[in-house]
């Protein structure tokens, strides 16, 4: 998966939601989003996801400035590097940490991506964004439900969180699409059963630009 700074094959563009900022100093996020092709391996089977790129802490701020501008740019290893630079001298840094989180995920490092993610949930179980890239990667693997249990750690970090509430919905579309059609692999099924995965069908894809 990469963000969306670097596209790329597989990669769904959404709008960006309106996210509110939280009122705590250590709650506040700038939050930007993705959709990506969910299945195993890179092929693209159910829909669009929204990921948190970034947050801003009070942290040493050039060095994130900088960590965000190589991801701007689509340099996720030049980004990975400056970050663990970073972290050497600052290892606590909660923005450090996830924008390295963010690194791993922009160069397909998933398993290390999500062992970062859920260390930094351990540590930090008060911070939504985090929970909700875990979703994200376990999307990716094809976790639908361990997907759904980390947004719903992000929802009770943050009932507000508009990106985890977004998700959690597609989240809910996908487990009715495959619960569904376990039944229809199953035997013959009442019409409207059909009609209804259908319909979820439509709502996943129309999540695609």
Do not use: K
């Not at 829909?47 to 689509?74: K, M, N, Y």
């Not at 909660?94 to 859920?118: C, I, K, N, S, Y």
């Amino acid at each position: 998966m990469r963000s969306q700074y670097s596209g790329g094959p597989g990669v769904l563009p959404l709008e960006v939601l309106d996210v509110p900022t939280a009122t705590s100093p250590r709650r506040q996020h700038v939050t930007s989003e993705i959709g990506i092709g969910i299945g195993i391996g890179r092929t693209p089977v159910a829909r669009a996801f929204l990921c948190v790129a970034l947050l801003s802490f009070p942290a040493f701020a050039d060095e994130a400035a900088d960590i965000r501008a190589l991801l701007a740019r689509g340099d996720p290893a030049a980004a990975l590097a400056r970050a663990d630079v970073a972290l050497a001298a600052h290892p606590a840094d909660v923005p450090l940490r996830f924008q390295r989180g963010v690194a791993l995920m922009d160069l397909g490092r998933d398993a290390q991506a999500l062992a970062h993610f859920e260390r930094l949930c351990e540590e930090h179980p008060e911070l939504p964004d985090p929970w909700n890239n875990i979703a994200l990667l376990q999307v990716r693997a094809g976790r639908i439900e361990a997907a759904r249990a980390a947004l719903d750690n992000a929802l009770r970090a943050d009932p507000a969180h508009r990106i985890a509430r977004a998700n959690l919905g597609l989240v809910h579309l996908m487990l009715a699409e495959a619960a569904w059609q376990r039944l229809v692999d199953s035997g013959p099924v009442d019409p409207a059963l059909g009609h209804r995965l259908e319909a979820v069908r439509a709502l996943l894809a129309g999540a695609r630009p």
